[in-house]
C-alpha cells in the first residue's frame, strides 16, 4: 500500500499538477490520448476527404469513432483495419495502398461509401436515408443490406425509409447506424 507522504509520490503529484498547467499538457494528451470523442486529430483529413461524398465531414468523424475510437493501428476479428476499419479486400477494391496510413485509409472508406451508394442506386433519396443506408451496408455489406429492403417491400414497407428496413437488418447494424447518427447529431449541435 502506497503511503501520501512517499517521496516518490509527492514528486509525481507536484510534477502531473505543474504539467497540467502547461500549455504543452494540452498538445500531448492531443497527441498521445485521441480517444475522446471530442479530440480527433484527423479533421482536417476529414473535412477535405467528405468533399468528393457531399456529406457533412462530421459524419465521417462520428463512422471513424465508431470503428477505431481514432486508433490507426486498429484491429478487428473480422480483418477490418486502420482508422476506418476497412477491410483489406475492400481496401485493394478502393486502391488503398497502405490501410494504416491515415489519409490513405479515410480516402478508401470515402470511395467505398460512394460506390455503396452509387451501386444501391441510392441517389433519389433524401440525404439522411442515404447516408443511413450507407452506414448500415458499411456496416453489414451491401448484399445483406438490399436484401433487407427487399424483404421489407415484399412486407409492404417502404424499402427507401430505413425506419422501414431496419427491423430486418441485424441487430449489430441497427445500434451502429443509431450510434453514428447520435453521435453526428450531439457534435452538430454541440458546434453551433
Known sequence: MMKEHCPWHLSL???????????????FTNRFLPSSPDRCPYDSLLRVASRPLGWNWIMLRSVMYQESQYRMNAHSPSDAIGLMQIRRSTAKDMNVKNPFDPEDNIKGAVRYFAFLRRNMQLSHLPEEEEINFVLAAYNAGMGRIQNDREEAATNGKNPDIWSEVAAY???QTQEYVQRVRNRYTGWVSASE
Open 169 to 171: 437488418a441485424p441487430k
Open 13 to 27: 503529484v507536484h510534477w502531473l499538477t505543474l504539467f497540467k498547467q502547461n500549455p504543452q499538457f494540452k498538445k
